[in-house]
């Protein structure tokens, strides 16, 4: 182990494997397609093993730090004043998400396999490119090289949608795509504004730089700093935060920038939805732990009641609005609205606990919501419906289907000794701590959760079989089987020790709490 | 014994592991034989436990053992450990207890169901949930039990899940408890901001540091959590609905175990619960014994009409948890128990009295219909007589089955008069003392209400017995009836035996039995206080309770007993408005349909189907035709043709000599000035020529769209 | 009608205003481009001559400078354009600059 913690890039590996991948993928003959892309997810989740085994849990700094030079220009006096850097790193906040991207990568790659049969070649080159913008955004600690991973995200998933999706996949990506680009044009806009700040601050470093270390302390200290600049507006440090805040809300997505979501996943291919809420999802709310609140404690304090609210309308708003659905995807689209509404909660809370939980919440929901669309999959390969009144008593015809799709719902609603509990239940907790009132009207989200998920299971599993053309329907294969497992353990395990999760992150979550709560930053220190 | 109290949960646990995944090399009968020992087993360990902590005297303050830590965040700690007390010890063996005979009624019972395997992976994890509920050491352990109880009581109810009604009936239920859950949850949260642990220990301790206030909030959480779980007033209705599954089910979760995990709570909570105020000086108490007895008066005016075997029995349940609020509310907590201990006793021998009636009728429409004893494996649809018109469950479709049924006619008749409150047996024991330290505690109204509800409750479970029992039988079906397995009585005759000597062997003497030492070491000092006013004697409350039970079951037998209706339309009702009221369950569904159900579809429905449609996306879509429109106009701008270009030049270098005239320094501006008119006439003869050039190019637009196109271009 | 009497600066500027505008008119409206390079021309001319005006009115000699350039950068522009125009004419086989819209965005 020693030799994957000293001195081996073992992230930089772990990003670019995907990548080296990919070009493979695309080099080799179609056929070849499905098995190249699959040895290429497993090894890098093999190789996310040891970076959870590597990690050391007592730590609040980052871990697995690469630090090189990339870009140095417009040299002035032999110092260069533009300066990217190529800066990796770890800490317990982004620890999970490594491995719940490359186990939901294989997944998906391995489910591909049967419903992808056109152009593979190029459909599994995204997949593995996408890895790699994922990977890249959970690692990255240069906006700079944040805002570039970010954006490579978003060319595979156009691709994905717009060339496997459903019969309006166009509208869909166009939507996704220009949603997103959107938010991230902003976003764009506040990183050049951050480096400049560095630039012309007493504090800063001089350079126009983006590195995480470089511009927390300087970030800290921007709304004592900002009214003493003339080139800045008082208020800077507000308006930073808003642009980022609202590129990442976008993503997550909050209310009410949700729209893009439900048609996004509608038509995506299974394994896009799949990795789409899995994965990409968080990549918001990472954005608001990794960057907005440390960057922007104060204007993180004062806009939290805002975010908080519109994370509670997205929950409650997110439940009903699923309760009408026809199409299960869309359902499950929206469900994920409402969950993305409990991290934000827990996220805005500001303490240990609903920090926490909105952590162990982004984990959960990629853990059960993959498990869900995956089970959507399975179900439209075999019936080419996703209607909802298409089906009625499938347990009698499927019931190892049904089983799986039971448990899944339960740690969907959040059911106690599977994961979604935990996770809601902190972040929940954390919120009554900061406001109860927060609290009284999220914690309605779980009965709201219960009514769309059980008339959804109700619908398809009980009640007789109506349709002749469910009686026929064949029961989940060896290797459907074999994809559910490893999420249902999940499932289960982390509902029963949740700490073994927790814990690792506890260190990380304190130093950020002492950050967004004003006291001098303890982490972000690199070597 | 007690250091692996662990084991118990386990035991019905590792029957649910081994049946889900190595069920399928096992015959039905095998898993339900291997549930049914892993319960025993759980039982007889308990029985062991509960010796042994007697053998520690009345010293031993309950112990908790620890398994691991749960859940921590930040300050946030809860570990995985259980309590072995008095009182978790007396839940858990009324739950094995009860649950083992249950399991064992089962085998008999859907010996037959295709879905055999699943119904016992399904009670073998309700077993496992009810007991980490009744043995945790903390909330949010009882909270994990609370929802998996509700979870597998979901599940039951839609066992046979083909008929709608089941699966309607078992969602309802699951959805009601989330309202509750939702104000335990609530309470938790509130719990632990205010202790700072969820450990029943911690809090405890430390009640006097916390306002009567805030310790009112929580219980008043707690209590609405309560009326979900053991369906009180207002959210009582999913239970007569949970009657859809199957009848041992019924008997287990719905009347022993699982409803009365809200009586369980609250006396759990009973330190908080002494102390808490709701308002000025409203106790949280006050609510509780008021809502209880009100439920307990308002379902009893259900039961006295219904037609249908187990909703009387339902309704007698919800009755009978009003009861036991009751007790609790006016600080009786030793009472609500043992009213809770009896109870389990005499409701879950009930309705398996039913089920053994039932599934005699079963048999004996079977018998008349096919003309041969029926296999029962199609419960689906016979237990509710869709298949075809014929309701095995409807009383009125019964009568005689004295003769036919014999033990099972015995048997129902004990639990009967227990839960009648008939002299010396268990339930008029629990019940006259929870009456008797109700008027003690100067609840005088809550008392007389209590006495109305008792008569009644008499009153309707004999109707109920003679209905069934006496007289001729009204029904080809009920003249084929014939006895149950002894695999289905044997258990009925255990249970009527606890249910007819419980109160004489646990309860005597007087609030100074067993029973009483055995929880007294917890409760110590809590609850009750001896009210302002006239006590009534123990004698003349305990005459009073008899004579109130008695003058019921008389009441009864002249109205249904003496002479029993001989057909089935003499023994269909006719009554007023009153019984019409009674027989439709006041329209309480009905109204929360229409005020709740109805108005959240409608709710549900405009935002998904026009709010996110046209108001949000609308507003997005409608940015993005913005911009289409506009990049469309502004596109037209560059047309290729060098002259617009240059009239674009022309254009801007006109607005922007005006910007600047208008906002030129002074110096240069009285310069101008000093040119006086003719510059400004310049400019005027300037906007003419740029008014003139635009008409000139705008004018031959057509040509220009034509030479744009490449086609004519070239021709 | 003081005005029309003497010439002023005023005058001058005017001439040039008039010289310019007839220039700008020049370009936009004739499609020949010889014509429309003509009326460059004019334009810049126009120019010189407000330059010069001011230049004596202000009483310095910047604006004259200014004029030597603007006569040796048209000089310069008047043996590009033309090629230009010649080029214009041998690939196209008119000056009509209407039929130069190949960038058309």
């Not at chain 3, 090629?83 to 209407?98: E, K």
């Amino acid at each position: 182990m020693d030799f994957f913690t000293s001195g081996f890039p073992i992230l930089t590996v772990l990003i670019f494997l995907p990548l080296v991948g990919a070009i493979i993928t695309a080099i080799l003959p179609d056929d070849m397609a499905e098995s190249s892309a699959l040895a290429f997810t497993v090894l890098t989740a093999l190789l996310s093993l040891f970076v959870i085994f590597g990690f050391d849990p007592t730590r609040a700094d980052f871990q697995f730090v690469e630090r090189y030079n990339w870009i140095d220009a417009i040299s002035r006096q032999g110092e260069s004043l533009f300066k990217v850097e190529y800066l990796l790193g770890l800490d317990g906040i982004s620890l999970w998400l490594i491995p719940l991207t490359t186990l939901l990568m294989v997944l998906s790659v391995w489910f591909s396999s049967d419903s992808v049969t056109e152009r593979k070649k190029e459909y599994y080159a995204f997949m593995l490119l996408l890895e790699t913008g994922m990977l890249g955004v959970f690692v990255a600690l240069d906006l700079f090289l944040f805002f570039i991973f970010w954006e490579i995200v978003l060319i595979p998933m156009y691709f994905l949608i717009g060339i496997w999706g459903g019969s309006n996949r166009i509208y869909a990506t166009m939507k996704f795509v220009l949603y997103t680009m959107a938010g991230s044009a902003l976003m764009l806009a506040a990183i050049m504004g951050l480096g400049m700040v560095n630039l012309v601050s007493p504090s800063g470093t001089g350079q126009i730089a983006f590195a995480f270390d470089k511009l927390l302390p300087v970030m800290q200290g921007l709304p004592q700093l900002a009214p003493t600049l003339a080139t800045l507006p008082a208020n800077a440090a507000m308006w930073f935060f808003l642009a980022f805040a609202l590129a990442f809300a976008i993503k997550v997505p909050l209310f009410p920038f949700h729209t893009w979501l439900p048609d996004a996943h509608v038509q995506a291919p299974t394994a896009g939805s799949v990795i789409l809420a899995g994965i990409l999802l968080k990549m918001g709310t990472y954005g608001y732990l990794r960057f907005a609140l440390p960057f922007f404690p104060e204007p993180a304090r004062d806009f939290a009641p805002l975010f908080a609210l519109l994370a509670i309308i997205g929950i409650l708003y997110g439940a009903w609005v699923a309760y009408a659905q026809k199409d299960i995807k869309s359902l499950v689209a929206y469900s994920s609205v409402s969950h993305l509404g409990f991290v934000m909660l827990g996220i805005f809370a500001l303490n240990a606990q609903g920090l926490s939980g909105g952590i162990l919440q982004m984990i959960n929901h990629g853990i059960s919501t993959g498990a869900l669309f995956l089970l959507v999959g399975m179900i439209y390969e075999r019936r080419h419906t996703r209607d909802i009144d298409a089906f009625g008593g499938l347990w009698k015809i499927m019931p190892i289907y049904a089983a799986f799709f039971l448990i899944t719902m339960l740690a969907s609603v959040g059911l106690p000794g599977l994961n979604g509990f935990v996770g809601e239940f902190l972040a929940l907790l954390g919120a009554f701590a900061a406001n109860p009132w927060w609290a009284l009207f999220g914690t309605l989200g779980v009965v709201l959760a219960a009514t769309y998920m059980l008339r959804l299971f109700n619908k398809m599993f009980f009640g007789p079989v109506d349709r002749d053309e469910n009686r026929g329907l064949l029961d989940l294969t060896r290797k459907e089987v074999a994809l559910l497992v490893p999420l249902v353990i999940l499932m289960v395990l982390i509902g029963f020790a949740p700490n073994l999760f927790l814990d690792p992150m506890q260190p990380s979550v304190n130093a950020l709490v002492e950050i967004v709560n004003g006291n001098a930053p303890s982490i972000g220190m690199l070597p | 014994m007690i250091d692996l109290i662990w084991l118990i949960p386990l035991l019905p646990l590792l029957g649910v592991v081994i049946n889900t995944f190595f069920g399928r090399f096992l015959s039905g009968k095998a898993s339900a034989w291997l549930a049914t020992l892993l319960v025993g087993i759980a039982a007889a360990l308990t029985l062991v436990t509960i010796f042994q902590v007697r053998g520690l005297g009345e010293e031993f303050g309950g112990e908790t053992v620890t398994l691991y830590r749960w859940m921590t965040a930040g300050d946030f700690s809860v570990t995985l450990s259980f309590l072995v007390d008095q009182l978790s010890l007396l839940m858990t063996m009324v739950i094995t207890g009860v649950g083992f005979l249950i399991h064992m009624y089962s085998i008999g019972y859907m010996a037959h169901d295709p879905g055999i395997r699943r119904y016992f992976i399904y009670l073998n994890l309700f077993v496992f949930a009810m007991l980490m509920l009744v043995l945790g050491d903390n909330y949010l352990l009882m909270f994990l039990g609370w929802e998996g109880v509700g979870l597998c009581s979901y599940l039951l109810i839609s066992f046979w899940f083909s008929d709608t009604v089941n699966a309607d009936a078992g969602k309802k239920a699951f959805i009601v408890n989330r309202i509750g859950d939702f104000a335990v949850l609530l309470g938790i949260f509130l719990t632990w901001t205010t202790f700072g642990s969820l450990a029943y220990a911690d809090i405890f301790g430390s009640i006097e540091a916390v306002s009567a206030g805030v310790l009112g909030l929580i219980t008043f959480l707690f209590f609405v959590g309560c009326t979900g779980k053991s369906a009180q007033i207002p959210l009582y209705v999913w239970l007569p609905d949970a009657m859809a599954g199957p009848t041992p089910v019924s008997a287990l979760i719905h009347a022993a175990t699982m409803v009365t995990a809200g009586v369980y709570l609250l006396v759990r909570s009973a330190p908080m619960l002494d102390e808490a105020i709701l308002i000025s000086n409203f106790l949280t108490r006050d609510l509780v014994a008021w809502i209880g007895v009100l439920t307990a008066l308002f379902a009893a005016t259900i039961a006295l009409t219904q037609t249908d075997i187990k909703r009387v029995l339902a309704y007698s349940t919800v009755s009978q948890l009003g009861y036991m609020f009751l007790g609790v509310g006016t600080g009786a907590y030793i009472a609500a128990i043992f009213h809770l201990f009896t109870h389990a006793f005499f409701k879950a021998l009930l309705f398996l009295g039913s089920g053994s009636v039932m599934h005699g009728m079963e048999h004996g429409h079977h018998a008349i219909s096919h003309g041969q004893p029926a296999e029962a494996d199609d419960h689906a649809t016979d237990e509710h007589g869709h298949a075809d018109s014929f309701d095995v469950q409807d009383m009125r479709n019964m009568g005689g089955l004295w003769q036919k049924m014999p033990a099972t006619a015995w048997t129902f008749l004990i639990g009967g008069l227990a839960l009648a409150g008939f002299p010396l047996t268990s339930g008029f024991f629990s019940k006259d003392e929870i009456l008797t330290l109700t008027q003690h505690g100067g609840y005088n109204l809550l008392y007389v209400i209590g006495i109305v509800t008792a008569f009644m409750t008499a009153f309707y479970t004999f109707r109920q017995f003679f209905m069934v029992f006496w007289g001729k039988p009204r029904t080809e079906a009920a003249a084929h009836a014939h006895e149950s397995p002894s695999v289905m009585t044997v258990p009925l005759m255990i249970l009527a035996a606890f249910a007819l000597l419980a109160g004489l062997i646990f309860g005597l003497p007087l609030e100074d039995g067993v029973f009483h030492h055995w929880l007294e070491p917890l409760l110590y000092g809590l609850g009750h206080h001896e009210g302002e006013g006239y006590h009534l004697p123990i004698m003349a409350s305990l005459a009073i309770s008899s004579i109130v039970a008695i003058a019921g079951i008389a009441l009864a037998y002249l109205r249904y007993g003496r002479r029993p209706a001989e057909t089935v339309g003499e023994a269909t009702a006719k009554g007023g408005l009153l019984h019409a009221l009674s027989y439709n369950k006041w329209y309480v569904d009905e109204i929360y349909h229409a005020l709740i159900v109805r108005p959240y579809e409608l709710l549900a429905a405009f935002s998904a189907r026009f709010f996110d449609r046209f108001v949000i996306d609308g507003a997005v879509n409608g940015v993005a035709k913005l911009l289409s429109v506009g990049g469309g106009g502004l596109g037209r701008l560059q047309s290729g043709f060098v002259r617009s270009y240059a009239l674009g030049i022309v254009s801007g270098l006109f607005i922007i000599g005006f910007v600047m005239f208008l906002t030129i320094p002074n110096e240069l501006r009285n310069y101008f000035s000093q040119l006086g008119t003719p510059a400004i006439l310049t400019f005027v003869v300037g906007l003419g020529l740029l008014a003139l050039i635009l008409w000139t190019t705008l004018r031959p637009r057509k040509t220009v769209e034509a030479a744009a196109d490449p086609i004519t271009h070239t021709s | 009608m003081e005005a029309l009497t003497t010439i002023t600066t005023t005058h001058y500027l005017i001439l040039s205003a008039i010289l310019f505008s007839l220039g700008v008119l020049g370009v936009l409206m004739r499609r020949s481009a010889i014509i429309a390079f003509l009326s460059i021309e004019l334009m810049l001319n126009a120019v010189n001559l407000s330059f010069v005006a001011l230049a004596r009115d202000l009483v310095s000699l910047d604006g004259q400078v200014v004029v030597f350039f603007v006569m040796t950068v048209a000089a310069a522009e008047v043996a590009v354009g033309l090629a230009l125009i010649v080029a214009f004419y041998r690939s196209l086989g008119t000056t009509d600059i209407d039929e130069a819209h190949e960038l058309y965005g």
